[in-house]
């Protein structure tokens, strides 16, 4: 890094938030499926709104591209810098800002560095609730479950993040701050950049602060772990699910080979007294009759019900050790790292495609196990393989191929990052990656934010 960038740097977030020492470095550009690695000339680490846009001064005046970085709890590889050439990574951790929740409005302002986890609590201890939530919870920033427009467990209930997002306050590429953060119910004055920033995974700005809708708690819940054998049976119960009388708040799906690999890295048990290929978690508010829902299943000797918090953590546990559980399996093949790829399809096709999906990449030579695990509800599951090693990409595109043989999405939730950007064409048209690549070249039109994230070349 060239001594004129690296005092301007140093003046503006002092020199103990700009790390140059290489083992420093090393944690901001390794991300954490292990799979993708960057270099960095810098990792910065601001800590206000404003040194964010002298920080974004800096760097665009000397030409050094930018990456943005929360938690770094991003699947696709879009946390750490994916091109050679100088990079600085600028770190949102220190923007803690948390205003009080605003009661009147249901709304709650915070900094882009604050956890997810921090989120829940916040509004929980003022009588609020916030309605995303995934694994990931304690380490994924608000600022990068926006950027993503992360989805999670909730989204049955709730939608993904972008219904939650009533203001935005961001850093533009020429180091402008556009702050967007009233959180008026009705504003029909122009573009919603909010949107547009929602999902755009830090390649037009870098988010300071966000204004979340809130909403009021569930009151209790119940939870059924239902074993069953095809996903055929797992999505009529699902259908049955969301025709009876209860408010449906979750329905997740976990495989035979990710129960196994989740009992391995902990102390839970085989949860049925039989073996089956599949576990249908469903989570529901307490109130409804259960009207319409197949009452033999409960019946049934292969359903754990969950009714306090302890009995739920632990079954919620099945499901939320998974991408763990892969990525510990993975470290023991020759291939190191967990293939992890997150795909949604209609409905209507998820069981074929699933089956499918099972039968195709079990003949794969280096295959060590193969898993699906997910949101059901949402036609979103993650497929995780290990064995083959992290730059094989026969098997990612033999995945994505099929799924785009059922008219899914390459990405449900994760985001395109780097891993997926020459699968994008596969699920946008040409002219909605051309409007797209538009409104890059206008706010970033020398690629310094982000470069090699979302757009190949
Ligand atoms: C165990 C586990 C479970 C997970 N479960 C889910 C799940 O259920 N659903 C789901 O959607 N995801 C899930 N994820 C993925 C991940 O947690 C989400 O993508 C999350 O939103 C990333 O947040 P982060 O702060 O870690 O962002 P990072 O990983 O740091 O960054 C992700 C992307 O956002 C950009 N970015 C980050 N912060 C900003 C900012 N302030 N401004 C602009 N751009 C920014 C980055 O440049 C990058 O492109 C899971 C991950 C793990 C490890």
């Known amino acids: 890094m060239s001594a004129e960038l690296a005092a301007a740097l140093a003046r503006v977030v002092g020199s103990e938030n700009v790390l140059v020492d290489p083992e420093l470095i090393e944690p901001y550009v390794v991300d954490w499926t292990r799979r993708w690695r960057g270099s960095a000339i810098a990792v910065v680490r601001p800590g206000t709104t404003a040194e964010v846009a002298e920080i974004v001064c800096a760097c665009t005046e000397a030409g050094v591209a930018i990456q943005v970085q929360g938690g770094n709890t991003g699947l696709v590889g879009g946390s750490i810098p994916a091109v050679d050439g100088d990079t600085v990574v600028v770190s949102t951790r220190r923007l803690q800002r948390i205003d009080p929740v605003d009661s009147v409005s249901g709304q ?11 989120v829940q609590r916040h509004a929980r201890s003022a009588g609020w609730d916030y309605g995303v939530d995934l694994a990931a919870r304690d380490s994924a920033t608000i600022g990068g479950t926006v950027a993503t427009n992360a989805g999670g467990i909730r989204v049955i209930a709730f939608g ?8 935005i306050e961001v850093v533009l590429p020429n180091g402008e701050i556009v702050e967007h953060l009233a959180g008026l119910a009705k504003d029909n004055t122009g573009y919603d950049l909010a949107g547009l920033l929602t999902g755009s995974e830090g390649t037009l700005g870098i988010i300071t602060a ?3 809708r809130l909403h ?30 209860f408010r449906l708040l979750a329905a997740e799906v976990v495989d035979d080979t990710g129960i196994d690999l989740a009992m391995a890295i902990s102390d839970l048990p085989w949860p049925w007294p039989n073996r089956h290929r599949l576990g249908l978690l469903l989570e529901v508010a307490d109130g409804g009759t259960g009207e319409g829902f197949d009452a033999a299943v409960l019946d049934s000797l292969d359903v754990v019900i969950g009714i306090d918090r302890l009995d739920q953590e632990r079954l919620w546990a099945y499901r939320e050790l998974q991408s763990e559980a892969f990525t510990t399996h993975a470290a023991t093949t020759p291939g190191g790292v967990a293939h992890k790829m997150d795909i949604s399809v209609p409905l209507a096709h998820l069981a074929d495609c699933a089956e499918e999906l099972r039968t195709r990449m079990l003949d794969y030579p280096a295959v060590a196990a193969f898993g699906v695990f997910g949101h059901l509800g949402d036609g979103n599951i993650h497929v995780e393989i290990s064995g083959p090693a992290p730059d094989d990409d026969e098997i990612d595109r033999r995945v994505l191929s099929v799924v785009s043989g059922y008219g899914g999405a390459v990405s449900a939730e994760h985001g395109i990052g780097r891993a997926k950007t020459q699968w994008l064409s596969t699920s946008r048209s040409d002219s909605e990656v051309a409007a797209m690549r538009a409104i890059k070249r206008a706010w970033d039109p020398r690629d310094l934010l ?8």
């Open 108 to 118: 709650l302002t915070v900094g882009a560095g604050v956890t997810l986890g921090e």
């Open 450 to 457: 982000n470069p090699g994230v979302l757009f190949s070349g």
């Open 160 to 167: 993904m993040t972008r219904t939650q997002v009533a203001g």
């Open 216 to 245: 009021r708690p569930t009151p209790d819940t119940s939870i059924a772990f239902i074993g069953v054998d095809d996903y055929a049976a797992a999505m009529r119960l699902l259908s049955s699910a969301v025709a009876a009388d």
């Open 210 to 212: 966000v204004r979340l």
